[in-house]
């Protein structure tokens, strides 16, 4: 082989391909394909191109087809053999035509995969009613040959369980990410709208690939600067970018925004002038974004303006917005995350407080936003009582991908279980076994995407937006099985990478539970950017925004008592639910200090006294981490070496990280009970008082 084509094959092997920004649509073939022969014949591929969906599917099948020549669907010696790929609707392709009867219940984003003869002839069909079906077919016929999967007696339906799935970006307009830790905002609204920047067809891609289907682009803290004029042709420019890609874009909005744009003195929701502004304003965006997916609001929330500054309801304010959308077709995505700083109540009972009794009193294209647990992502939180609860009104679950609560983007912390466990969870509403999934329209996830070459501050941080996409896809899957096509897709199909990869992974979200917040234990990170443990942090404007509030430790005990003795948060959820929450003796572990203010000498279920087992907790987070270290160690030489190193460094942050949160949470926690550490326990290495003290005034993504 000459040194030219070795370079080229190193160059595109490991050099560029390896920096992370492919993600997991890594279409590179298999080491042994290189060293063979780097050239094989390629399928023929049959598919229309005249819309730019199609062109958007053919093109991205033959990029996958012309990276990927080590898999088995193409190790041919000669075209002849290989299967055609025959892609299209009804309407796109003769030979999809007489399927259209066998596709009537796919829906609008449906689509199959089979393997078939036609014509005396070896096929792969990618059938749809839609061209964007065809394009989520492609992506997934890839995921096979990316991850070694046979193709031999293909047959496949897929439509997705859930119609809205979306990112939400808190990207504000100077670029600044509010909780972002993987760089500046992707969206440059500088160079906007004349400059289309190829990375935000590539940000779509990635989305279609795994089903995303909206995107709102701007902050829930919203500025009311994006809907001014100027702003809305920059939104155009990336709704048109992103349409090939079944992507439609969304605005968060300002609910004051009829005043600080309009000029207007109020923004009542009643007010017969609010109401010309917010339908004039509508008209104005579908007038250059006609598929304008809606609005997402956060109102009387943290500060932000709303509907109860007049008096009126979040049922008024937000149907204000829906009746100015209506007419185009768009939605109200309206999120439930409220908490009034003048209502003394447990903080975890106000979102069910105000919006229960809500039920039946929105339009029909509002949408509730819904956070996955009562706080506020913490690494383990019981499932909302909101799900389950309002049969008339739907529903959707926002969960954070940005790790704001689970170490930033240095920990190595696969969400998947997180997301899988809330889906899961039994709501028993109306007295059925449901689970939360079932009572859901949409998902929603706060984005980590940033400019940093990897998308989202790490090798690993890529997995979590891919695992929302595929849950919010169809929400029974597993997040282990998410978990190997996404590691064989971004690293290498073969087992002896994919296993540990995946062990690492699914460890991962309890070693950060057990060294931040074990045994239910919720929001005891630093104050304000969230970066490290503070569970000593007290005072301050409110007591819902200090650990001391949740943890509730003294010389007893620890806890919050949301029994019905306590604050009765329990009572929030179906009697079943209640029950076995409320019970000290049936309360799951994971969940026995959200719950319960338990004395320090609780028998636990290992047979150790609640002191004991809340050290061993936090010293086992840190073995997890020396674990998942080791693990990756053995993977060098397997992994290419840039993101073998990367992975390594970040590693080394955690562990010091991990062991600095168990260290300084033992201390705390110690200088409270005023117990000795359990045999064999270490004494963290510095006093309380020198944990406290440390400062961090630039750690990133703040909130402002
Ligand atoms: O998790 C908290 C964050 C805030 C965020 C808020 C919310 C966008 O600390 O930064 O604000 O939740 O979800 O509205």
């Known amino acids: 082989m000459s040194g030219a084509?070795?370079?080229?094959?190193?160059?595109?092997?490991?050099?560029?391909?390896?920096?992370?920004?492919?993600?997991?649509?890594?279409?590179?073939?298999?080491?042994?394909?290189?060293?063979?022969?780097?050239?094989?014949?390629?399928?023929?591929?049959?598919?229309?191109?005249?819309?730019?969906?199609?062109?958007?599917?053919?093109?991205?099948?033959?990029?996958?087809?012309?990276?990927?020549?080590?898999?088995?669907?193409?190790?041919?010696?000669?075209?002849?053999?290989?299967?055609?790929?025959?892609?299209?609707?009804?309407?796109?392709?003769?030979?999809?035509?007489?399927?259209?009867?066998?596709?009537?219940?796919?829906?609008?984003?449906?689509?199959l995969l089979r393997r078939t003869r036609m014509q005396g002839r070896d096929v792969v069909l990618v059938a749809a009613p839609r061209d964007i079906g065809v394009l989520y077919g492609v992506f997934h016929l890839l995921r096979l040959l990316q991850t070694g999967a046979s193709l031999d007696a293909l047959a496949l339906r897929e439509s997705p369980r859930m119609r809205l799935r979306v990112l939400n970006h808190w990207d504000n307009l100077d670029g600044h990410v509010e909780r972002g830790y993987a760089g500046?905002?992707?969206?440059?609204?500088?160079?906007?709208?004349?400059?289309?920047?190829?990375?935000?067809?590539?940000?779509?891609?990635?989305?279609?690939?795994?089903?995303?289907?909206?995107?709102?682009?701007?902050?829930?803290?919203?500025?009311?600067?994006?809907?001014?004029?100027?702003?809305?042709?920059?939104?155009?420019?990336?709704?048109?970018?992103?349409?090939?890609?079944?992507?439609?874009?969304?605005?968060?909005?300002?609910?004051?925004?009829?005043?600080?744009?309009?000029?207007?003195?109020?923004?009542?929701?009643?007010?017969?002038?609010?109401?010309?502004?917010?339908?004039?304003?509508?008209?104005?965006?579908?007038?250059?974004?006609?598929?304008?997916?809606?609005?997402?609001?956060?109102a009387n929330s943290e500060g932000q303006p709303g509907p109860q500054d007049y008096g009126r309801s979040h049922a008024e304010g937000a149907n204000l917005l829906a009746d100015a959308l209506a007419p185009h077709g768009g939605v109200v995505m309206w999120r439930a995350f409220v908490y009034a700083h003048d209502v003394p109540a447990d903080r975890a009972t106000q979102a069910y407080t105000e919006f229960a009794g809500l039920d039946g009193a929105f339009r029909p294209n509002v949408i509730l936003q819904v956070k996955n647990g009562p706080i506020d992502f913490q690494p383990r939180e019981p499932f909302h009582p909101l799900f389950g609860a309002m049969p008339r009104t739907p529903l959707m679950m926002e969960v954070q991908i940005t790790k704001e609560y689970l170490g930033f983007a240095t920990h190595?912390?696969?969400?998947?279980?997180?997301?899988?466990?809330?889906?899961?969870?039994?709501?028993h509403a109306r007295g059925q076994r449901a689970t939360v999934a079932q009572s859901l329209t949409g998902m929603a996830g706060v984005a980590n995407i940033g400019t940093d070459r990897t998308w989202s501050g790490s090798h690993f941080d890529p997995a979590n937006w891919y695992a929302f996409g595929r849950l919010a896809w169809n929400p029974y899957q597993s997040a282990r099985d998410i978990a190997a096509d996404w590691a064989a897709m971004t690293f290498s199909p073969d087992p002896e990478v994919v296993q540990p990869i995946v062990g690492m992974m699914m460890d991962s979200r309890e070693a950060a539970v057990n060294y931040m917040t074990p045994l239910g234990l919720h929001h005891l990170m630093a104050r304000g950017h969230h970066y490290g443990p503070g569970p000593w942090v007290d005072g301050g404007p409110r007591a819902d925004w200090t650990s001391v509030y949740y943890h509730r430790a003294d010389r007893d005990g620890i806890g919050f008592d949301r029994t019905a003795r306590g604050s009765n948060a329990v009572g929030q959820y179906a009697p079943e639910v209640a029950a076995r929450y409320g019970d000290l003796?049936?309360?799951?572990?994971?969940?026995?200090?959200?719950?319960?203010?338990?004395?320090?000498?609780?028998?636990?279920?290992?047979?150790?006294?609640?002191?004991?087992?809340?050290?061993?907790?936090?010293?086992?987070?840190?073995?997890?981490?020396?674990?998942?270290?080791?693990?990756?160690?053995?993977?060098?030489?397997?992994?290419?070496?840039?993101?073998?190193?990367?992975?390594?460094?970040?590693?080394?942050?955690?562990?010091?990280?991990?062991?600095?949160?168990?260290?300084?949470?033992?201390?705390?926690?110690?200088?409270?009970?005023?117990?000795?550490?359990?045999?064999?326990?270490?004494?963290?290495?510095?006093?309380?008082?020198?944990?406290?003290?440390?400062q961090f005034p630039s750690a990133p993504g703040d909130g402002r």
């Open 5 to 111: 084509v070795l370079a080229l094959l190193t160059c595109t092997g490991t050099v560029r391909a390896e920096d992370g920004y492919a993600l997991w649509m890594r279409y590179t073939p298999l080491e042994s394909a290189l060293v063979a022969d780097g050239r094989r014949p390629l399928p023929e591929v049959q598919a229309p191109d005249q819309t730019a969906t199609q062109r958007a599917a053919r093109t991205e099948l033959v990029r996958g087809l012309a990276g990927l020549p080590g898999n088995a669907l193409l190790a041919q010696s000669t075209v002849a053999t290989l299967p055609a790929l025959v892609l299209g609707t009804p309407q796109s392709s003769t030979l999809i035509a007489p399927l259209r009867k066998e596709m009537d219940s796919l829906g609008e984003e449906g689509y």
């Open 585 to 694: 003796a049936r309360v799951p572990e994971p969940l026995l200090l959200w719950f319960h203010h338990v004395p320090w000498d609780h028998r636990m279920a290992s047979g150790r006294t609640l002191w004991d087992e809340l050290v061993g907790r936090y010293s086992q987070g840190v073995r997890q981490v020396k674990a998942m270290q080791a693990t990756w160690e053995r993977l060098e030489g397997r992994v290419d070496a840039q993101r073998h190193a990367q992975v390594t460094a970040f590693l080394r942050i955690q562990l010091r990280e991990a062991q600095w949160w168990r260290d300084a949470s033992v201390a705390y926690f110690q200088s409270v009970s005023g117990r000795p550490l359990p045999a064999g326990e270490i004494a963290p290495p510095h006093p309380l008082a020198w944990y406290q003290h440390l």
């Open 412 to 427: 190595l912390v696969y969400l998947g279980p997180l997301y899988e466990e809330v889906l899961q969870s039994r709501t």
């Open 184 to 298: 500046r905002s992707l969206w440059d609204w500088q160079t906007l709208p004349e400059w289309h920047d190829p990375r935000y067809t590539d940000y779509a891609r990635a989305n279609a690939s795994v089903g995303i289907n909206g995107t709102v682009l701007n902050n829930v803290n919203a500025s009311a600067q994006s809907l001014a004029p100027d702003y809305l042709d920059k939104a155009a420019t990336l709704a048109d970018m992103f349409r090939p890609y079944g992507i439609r874009v969304y605005l968060s909005v300002r609910f004051s925004a009829p005043i600080e744009l309009g000029g207007l003195n109020a923004a009542d929701p009643l007010d017969a002038d609010v109401q010309r502004w917010w339908q004039h304003k509508a008209d104005e965006i579908y007038a250059r974004i006609p598929d304008f997916g809606g609005f997402l609001v956060k």
